[in-house]
Nanobody, 121 residues
Framework: QVQLIESGGGLVQAGGSLRLSCAAS??????MGWFRQAPGKKREFVAA????????SVTDSVKDRFTISGDNGKNTVDLQMNSLKPEDTAVYYC????????????????WGQGTQVTVSS
């Protein structure tokens, strides 16, 4: 029914770039976003985008380096990550059907399985 599939993760050196993609099925007209969880830490918000793409939110720690974009016709969302740092290493999860007012609580109705991003120094 509802399925979110992430892709694009991998191993890169510090300063490099990756582009994560998420394809959603079984949902429509839903805000989507990205969260991440590093080893030993709680899941944290990274970026989100409204269904129309008119509103975006990016957490302060990455806002100068990451950009979120989406295609509302195809129910996809991408996260362009530039100037990656070792502290960006985490499993990145795509999420759908979320509220911008609750992003700090890492809440969403649907989650993908995650894609590993590892940044070496």
């Amino acid at each position: 029914q509802v399925q979110l599939i992430e892709s694009g993760g991998g191993l890169v050196q510090a300063g490099g770039s990756l582009r994560l993609s998420c394809a959603a099925s079984g949902v429509s007209r839903a805000a989507m976003g990205w969260f991440r969880q590093a080893p030993g830490k709680k899941r944290e918000f990274v970026a989100a985008i409204s269904y129309t793409g008119s509103r975006t939110s990016v957490t302060d720690s990455v806002k100068d380096r990451f950009t979120i974009s989406g295609d509302n016709g195809k129910n996809t969302v991408d996260l362009q990550m530039n100037s990656l740092k070792p502290e960006d290493t985490a499993v990145y999860y795509c999420a759908a059907d979320l509220l911008f007012s609750e992003l700090i609580y890492s809440r969403a109705n649907y989650w993908g399985q995650g894609t590993q991003v590892t940044v070496s120094s």
